[in-house]
């Protein structure tokens, strides 16, 4: 009996001590290196364009998306180890991908657009309908949305890469293909020093 108990006692420790994230808030539709690469090179390069006329209001964002959920309340579900609640969640385990934090409370979570409305607007999306706007700043379908805490959203801004990157070593491959792809998606431009940076970035991918 004594034995059994060492054992029992020694797989809750080893369990206790080698707990990871599970979820790594790792959005869906994340290309291969050699699709982003093929992404990247077909990619527009272009000055990037003015600020004149933007502001947030031209991209709805957090629409409805059924069940009483918005779009927010949506990732935070998908992106979360573990929560509570149902739109709204009250609480929950969240791995930010970007700095490495993990945090136990929504109202610690921002849900930043990879390619931020703003960098999309100085791209191309200054001609889009109101339609269109609002489906990007919406899109559950592509690598555009992900839960990270709110200081490290806060930190990136509007940037592009060439002037923010994760702070996380780590998260750099996987940024470079989900900015790629959002901007292949959606028929954005980039601008030289962007591209750049994003090279840089993919180079760092395995797979």
Same mark, same amino acid.
């Given at each position: 009996?004594?034995?059994?108990?060492?054992?029992?006692?020694?797989?809750?420790?080893?369990?206790?001590?080698?707990?990871?994230?599970?979820?790594?808030? #790792?959005?869906?539709?994340?290309?291969?290196?050699?699709?982003?690469?093929?992404?990247?090179? %077909?990619?527009?390069?272009?000055?990037?364009?003015?600020?004149?006329? $933007?502001?947030?209001?031209?991209?709805?964002?957090?629409?409805?998306?059924?069940?009483?959920?918005?779009?927010?309340?949506?990732? #935070?579900?998908?992106?979360? !180890?573990? $929560?509570?609640? !149902?739109?709204?969640?009250?609480?929950?385990?969240?791995?930010? $991908?970007?700095?490495?934090?993990?945090?136990?409370?929504?109202?610690?979570?921002?849900?930043?657009?990879?390619?931020?409305?703003?960098?999309?607007? @100085?791209?191309?999306?200054?001609?889009?309908?109101?339609?269109? @706007?609002?489906?990007?700043?919406?899109?559950?379908?592509?690598?555009?949305?992900?839960?990270?805490?709110?200081?490290?959203?806060?930190?990136?801004?509007?940037?592009?890469? %060439?002037?923010?990157?994760?702070?996380?070593?780590?998260?750099?491959?996987?940024?470079?293909?989900?900015?790629?792809?959002?901007? $292949? @998606?959606?028929? #954005?431009? #980039?601008?030289?020093?962007?591209?750049?940076?994003?090279?840089?970035?993919?180079?760092?991918?395995?797979?």
């Amino acid at each position: 009996m004594r034995s059994i108990l060492s054992v029992i006692v020694a797989l809750v420790l080893s369990l206790s001590v080698f707990e990871t994230p599970t979820a790594w808030a #790792l959005p869906p539709d994340t290309p291969s290196k050699s699709t982003a690469q093929s992404e990247l090179n %077909s990619l527009t390069v272009s000055p990037e364009g003015s600020l004149d006329g $933007y502001s947030r209001e031209k991209f709805p964002h957090w629409i409805d998306q059924g069940n009483g959920c918005d779009t927010r309340q949506v990732v #935070l579900k998908r992106d979360a !180890d573990s $929560y509570s609640g !149902d739109c709204p969640v009250t609480s929950g385990k969240w791995y930010s $991908y970007y700095d490495g934090v993990t945090v136990s409370s929504p109202s610690d979570i921002d849900i930043d657009h990879i390619v931020p409305l703003a960098e999309a607007w @100085r791209s191309g999306a200054n001609t889009w309908t109101t339609e269109k @706007r609002q489906a990007f700043a919406n899109d559950l379908d592509g690598p555009q949305l992900i839960a990270v805490t709110s200081s490290v959203n806060r930190s990136k801004g509007d940037q592009d890469p %060439s002037t923010w990157q994760p702070p996380r070593a780590g998260a750099h491959c996987a940024y470079a293909k989900w900015w790629i792809h959002t901007k $292949y @998606r959606w028929g #954005l431009t #980039l601008q030289s020093s962007e591209k750049t940076a994003l090279q840089s970035m993919l180079n760092t991918c395995s797979y």
